[in-house]
């Protein structure tokens, strides 16, 4: 089965310009997250799908970031506008639903604010 | 806050060695505990944890959880030098169902 897909791979980008991510979970799997590795550091939950539902975006910067999930498949994650804290790896990972499931994570997006 | 913690942060030992990995957790309305493998940006799957003092197994890896001291180890028989990598646990709240990550162990086997 094909993975979770990601892009763009890498961006640089200026602080205060904005950026979005697309991803493209596997086949049939509800639940999407998007989460940010800042460079040392584990995964961080930005924001969780169920279907087109927001589930969980409590850790997810309101004031400058954004996620959609039109139709429950796709996603796409902005940021606007960027500043240089933001610069990190962005990963999405989807399961089959919100239960005791696996997450598989796609390859990222390495952001660059400069 | 939830919170999990590896250690140690950084190791490095020679192929052939055997390796354990610590995960300590403080998760409310804890469910599982998993482990993943990172190469170069996305995150493998490993073991998902969720009984404690049952071994799960795969290989040369292998992975035991501790409910009653909120830890679980993995561990990495007869090192090879592809098992370098980051190696990361969360630990899985329940209801809310999100993974809250450590900030990873870097495992390096020297040849």
């Known amino acids: 089965e094909a993975g979770v897909a990601q892009s763009p791979r890498y961006k640089i980008i200026e602080k205060r310009q904005s950026v979005a991510f697309w991803c493209n979970p596997i086949?049939?799997?509800?639940?999407l997250y998007w989460y940010q590795q800042i460079l040392g550091q584990g995964p961080k939950l930005l924001i969780q799908f169920q279907n087109n539902g927001v589930v969980d975006d409590s850790q997810l910067p309101k004031d400058r970031f954004s996620a959609e999930r039109l139709k429950g498949v796709d996603s796409t994650l902005k940021i606007q506008p960027a500043k240089l804290e933001d610069s990190a790896v962005y990963l999405c990972?989807?399961?089959?639903?919100?239960?005791?499931?696996?997450?598989?994570f796609g390859p990222g997006t390495r952001l660059t604010v400069t | 806050e939830d919170k999990v913690v590896q250690s140690p942060l950084s190791l490095v030992v020679h192929e052939g060695d055997t390796v354990t990995l610590n995960c300590s957790y403080e998760v409310t309305n804890f469910r599982s505990l998993l482990w993943y493998k990172q190469e170069k940006k996305a995150p493998t799957f490993l073991f998902m944890l969720?009984?404690?003092?049952i071994e799960k197994k795969s290989g040369r890896l292998s992975s035991i959880l501790d409910k009653k001291e909120l830890s679980s180890i993995l561990n990495i028989t007869a090192t090879q030098t592809g098992d370098s990598a980051i190696y990361l646990c969360?630990?899985?709240?329940?209801?809310?169902?999100?993974?809250?990550f450590g900030q990873g162990t870097r495992l390096t086997i020297n040849p």
């Open positions: 086949s049939g799997h509800a639940t």
């Open positions: 990972a989807s399961s089959l639903t919100d239960g005791d499931y696996e997450q598989y």
């Open positions: 969360a630990g899985r709240i329940q209801g809310a169902q999100k993974l809250v």
């Open positions: 969720t009984s404690s003092g």
